[in-house]
């Protein structure tokens, strides 16, 4: 029984709509301009790595992503940024969220010049 399972895509990526969208957007210059911007780091498991007996392991390290602690920030930021080009007067964005999409999207919205409203449930855990 293998303890693990060794992903080897073969790097193609598929023709659909959301790679039409993505091939479209502006997406990686807009974040680029950010002044907080900063490439995400990849940091070797070389520990994990000898354990499984494999050459090695990397990870992004999402974890200072716009001093997030997360990869929200990206798809939050980009919307808001998308949103205000084809109406620069919203004043305020709203969401509900038990997670780190909420706090993307306040961040998103703060470094816009905008308000946001973010409704958390009671029992989200701190």
Not at 2 to 22: M, V
């Amino acid at each position: 029984m293998n303890d693990f399972f060794i992903n080897k895509p073969d790097n193609t990526i598929t023709p659909d709509l959301t790679t039409e969208i993505l091939n479209k957007s502006d997406a990686i210059e807009y974040h680029k301009s950010l002044p907080v911007y900063k490439v995400t780091p990849v940091v070797s498991l070389s520990n994990l790595a000898r354990k499984y007996g494999i050459g090695n392991i990397y990870v992004k390290d999402e974890s200072h992503r716009f001093g997030l602690n997360a990869f929200k920030g990206l798809g939050a930021s980009y919307a808001i940024h998308k949103v205000l080009e084809q109406n620069p007067d919203v004043g305020i964005f709203c969401t509900a969220t038990d997670g780190n999409h909420g706090k993307a999207v306040a961040w998103a919205a703060r470094i816009s010049g905008k308000k946001a409203v973010i409704f958390v449930p009671n029992d989200t855990t701190e």
